[in-house]
């Protein structure tokens, strides 16, 4: 059992669509996970459990300040005072080689091979908005519209060491709030469906993972032409390295350098940001003595789709965002972070934003 609280102030020091309003906001949220190891608990072998409750308080600044395409808090979950987010079992079979999940999923980062998080749009360096960085676009690609938490299934495959296929289906129509029983059996019945498969090499001792996928939404979508679209689809790729470890003869340690990279494209009648991209990298242990802080750095940007660039918005949004994660106790983290997002809702009548930010994380 593990119970985590995460607390985060940010203020937008300059720009943003709202000018008049410089106040900060305090955001926080709780999450309690429980694990049961059902080949310890009942002689189940390979078979796992999972559950996940979480509420929060506050919508960050977004709205109020900055309105970002993309959002500057991805922790910032409005006030929920306890969700049952996710709940679901897990069997293993052939020596971990074929994995089976069913139940309420989160279909981000669901799976680990070689301790490296994929399937899907995972990535070791710029995944945790809890850990590492705050701006929602460098957490998940943002051309993926995935659903919210709620009823589906996962198939994860290693054939060979190194090499993995995923493929999960899940309620289109979610809401993390309700069971998900009549989203996913009544009405229209509508399934997101995601395939992942990638390499996940050992480089000189070095880990990293690269991951290509696709994606299929059917439910019906309103162009930003006209009319409504159905069968939506995208591509994405994702990428992260160690490129740099400071003691390698120790598997255990993760001080060093890693580089991550990501890439979507989406559908332009339908999607506002069409095209993504995302750089960066973090360096564990850079001060001498503390060996477990992080420092890490990322750029983001949004491509506008041709059909949403009316009423004087401009191509793109960039995010630049750099963060600091010290680790003050084994149960403490605190993180300073900074964000410059140029056009802030790809709206060229908003000045650049500078937002700044600190972060405890609290886990027990």
């Given at each position: 059992?593990?119970?985590?609280?995460?607390?985060?102030?940010?203020?937008?020091?300059?720009?943003?669509?709202?000018?008049h309003?410089?106040?900060?906001?305090?955001?926080?949220?709780?999450?309690?996970e429980?694990?049961?190891?059902?080949?310890?608990?009942?002689?189940?072998?390979?078979?796992?459990?999972?559950?996940?409750?979480?509420?929060?308080?506050?919508?960050?600044?977004?709205?109020?300040?900055?309105?970002?395409?993309?959002?500057?808090?991805?922790?910032?979950?409005?006030?929920?005072?306890?969700?049952?987010?996710?709940a679901?079992?897990?069997?293993?079979l052939?020596?971990?080689?074929?994995?089976?999940q069913a139940?309420?999923?989160d279909?981000?980062?669901?799976?680990?091979?070689?301790?490296?998080?994929?399937?899907?749009?995972?990535?070791?360096?710029?995944?945790?908005?809890?850990?590492?960085?705050?701006?929602?676009s460098?957490?998940?690609?943002?051309?993926?519209?995935?659903?919210d938490r709620?009823?589906?299934?996962?198939?994860?495959?290693?054939?060979?060491?190194?090499?993995?296929?995923?493929?999960?289906?899940?309620?289109?129509?979610?809401?993390?709030?309700?069971?998900?029983?009549?989203?996913?059996?009544h009405?229209?019945?509508?399934?997101?469906g995601?395939?992942e498969?990638?390499?996940?090499?050992?480089?000189?001792?070095?880990?990293?993972?690269?991951r290509a996928?696709?994606?299929?939404?059917?439910?019906p979508?309103?162009?930003?032409?006209?009319?409504?679209?159905?069968?939506?689809?995208?591509?994405?790729?994702?990428?992260?390295?160690?490129?740099?470890?400071?003691n390698?003869?120790?598997?255990?340690?993760?001080?060093?350098?890693?580089?991550?990279?990501?890439?979507?494209?989406?559908?332009?009648?339908?999607?506002?940001?069409?095209?993504?991209?995302?750089?960066?990298?973090?360096?564990?242990?850079?001060c001498?003595g503390?060996?477990?802080?992080?420092?890490?750095?990322?750029?983001?940007?949004?491509?506008?789709s041709?059909?949403?660039?009316?009423?004087?918005?401009?191509?793109?949004?960039?995010?630049?965002?750099?963060?600091?994660?010290?680790?003050i106790?084994?149960?403490?983290?605190?993180?300073?972070d900074?964000?410059?997002?140029?056009?802030?809702?790809?709206?060229?009548?908003?000045?650049?934003?500078?937002?700044?930010?600190?972060?405890?994380q609290?886990?027990?």
């Open positions: 059992t593990v119970l985590g609280l995460t607390q985060i102030y940010q203020a937008n020091l300059r720009g943003g669509q709202a000018l309003r410089r106040a900060g906001r305090y955001t926080g949220s709780y999450d309690l429980l694990d049961v190891d059902l080949d310890k608990a009942a002689r189940v072998p390979g078979g796992f459990v999972h559950m996940l409750a979480e509420g929060g308080w506050s919508r960050g600044l977004d709205d109020s300040s900055v309105a970002s395409l993309f959002g500057v808090n991805g922790d910032a979950m409005g006030d929920e005072p306890v969700i049952l987010s996710e679901w079992y897990r069997q293993s052939l020596d971990g080689r074929l994995i089976f139940g309420k999923v279909l981000t980062g669901t799976f680990e091979c070689r301790g490296c998080p994929v399937s899907f749009d995972g990535s070791l360096y710029a995944n945790d908005e809890t850990s590492q960085f705050l701006n929602a460098l957490v998940n690609n943002p051309t993926i519209p995935f659903p709620g009823l589906g299934v996962i198939l994860h495959a290693e054939p060979v060491e190194g090499f993995y296929m995923s493929a999960g289906a899940a309620d289109a129509q979610a809401d993390a709030r309700e069971t998900g029983f009549n989203t996913t059996f009405g229209e019945d509508n399934f997101f995601i395939f498969a990638g390499v996940v090499p050992r480089l000189c001792g070095m880990d990293g993972a690269y996928g696709f994606w299929y939404d059917p439910q979508k309103e162009r930003l032409t006209s009319g409504v679209k159905r069968d939506d689809m995208g591509i994405y790729v994702s990428a992260d390295q160690m490129v740099y470890k400071e390698p003869d120790d598997p255990e340690d993760g001080q060093g350098a890693g580089l991550f990279a990501r890439f979507g494209a989406a559908h332009s009648d339908v999607a506002e940001v069409s095209r993504f991209w995302s750089v960066g990298g973090q360096y564990q242990g850079l001498p503390r060996d477990e802080d992080v420092l890490g750095a990322g750029v983001a940007q949004g491509l506008l041709r059909y949403a660039r009316r009423d004087g918005r401009d191509a793109q949004e960039t995010v630049f965002e750099v963060y600091y994660n010290a680790r106790f084994p149960w403490l983290s605190v993180t300073g900074v964000q410059y997002l140029a056009n802030p809702g790809a709206d060229g009548r908003a000045g650049d934003s500078l937002v700044v930010g600190i972060r405890a609290m886990t027990w």
